[in-house]
C-alpha cells in the first residue's frame, strides 16, 4: 500500500525521465572515451541508466520501474545512438561530469520523493534518494575499469545527499511539492557543479 502521492505523477515522470537520459547519456560517454562499438554504448547507457532505480526499487517493495515499460530502455537506447552520432569535437572535455551533476540531482530528488510515496519513512527515503543517484555510475565505473566516482576527491555523494535531503525536509515542513522538488534538485546541481568548476571537497581522512 502507498500513501498519497507526494508529487504529482506527471511531475515524478518527469524527473525520472530527465534522470534516466542524463545517467544514460553519461553511460555512452565513457564509452565514447573508451572508443567502443555500439552495443557496447548501449549497455553502458542501460546499465547506468537503471541502476540505482533497480536497486532502489527492489529495496523499498516497489515493482522495478523499466520492466514494465518500453519507454525506459528506449530513452537509454536513444541517448546511446546520440552520443555515437556526435563527433568528438562535439563533446566538450567535461560534458561526462556536467551531464552526471544533472542526473545526480534529478534522480537523487526523485528517489527520496518515490521513497516517501511508498510509505518509507524519511530518513530510510532520504537514504533511497541517495542510493538512486549514485548507484548507476558506480556501476558505470565499475564496468568500465575507471576508480570509483566515490573515490575521487570532489564532492558527490555529498550533492545528491544535499539534494535528497533537502527534498524530504522541505515535504515534512509542509512546502509545495513542486518548490521542494525544484529547490533541491537546483540545490545538489550547485554544489556539484561547484565541486567540478572549483574542486571543491571534503577534508580528508589524514590520521
Known amino acids: 500500500m502507498t500513501t ?3 508529487l504529482p505523477v506527471d511531475a515524478l515522470v518527469l524527473l525520472d525521465y530527465v534522470g534516466i537520459a542524463v545517467f544514460a547519456m553519461s553511460g555512452a560517454l565513457l564509452a565514447a572515451e573508451k572508443k567502443q562499438t555500439l552495443v557496447t554504448f548501449i549497455f553502458f ?3 547506468t541508466g537503471v541502476g540505482g532505480g533497480t536497486v532502489r526499487d527492489l529495496l523499498i517493495g516497489a515493482p522495478v520501474f523499466w520492466v514494465s515499460t518500453n519507454s525506459t530502455l528506449l530513452i537509454c537506447i536513444a541517448a546511446a ?3 555515437w552520432f556526435l ?4 563533446i566538450a572535455e567535461k560534458a561526462l561530469l556536467w551531464f552526471d551533476a544533472v542526473g545526480l540531482a534529478a534522480y537523487a530528488t526523485y528517489g527520496a520523493a518515490k521513497a516517501l510515496n511508498y510509505g518509507v519513512a524519511p530518513v530510510p527515503a532520504f537514504a533511497m534518494g541517495v542510493m538512486t543517484a549514485c548507484v548507476g555510475g558506480i556501476i558505470r565505473d565499475v564496468l568500465a575499469n575507471e576508480p570509483s566516482i566515490l573515490m575521487r576527491p570532489e564532492l558527490y555523494v555529498t550533492a545528491a545527499a544535499l539534494a535528497s535531503g533537502l527534498f524530504v525536509a522541505l515535504t515534512l515542513f509542509g512546502a509545495p511539492p513542486g518548490l521542494a522538488a525544484l529547490v533541491a534538485g537546483l540545490a545538489g546541481f550547485s554544489l556539484r557543479g561547484a565541486a567540478i568548476a572549483r574542486g571543491l571537497s571534503l577534508p580528508a581522512y589524514d590520521r
Not at 87 to 90: F, L, M, V
Open 87 to 90: 563527433s568528438r569535437t562535439t
Open 81 to 83: 545512438f546520440l552520443v
Open 4 to 6: 498519497p502521492v507526494i
Open 45 to 47: 547507457a542501460v546499465v
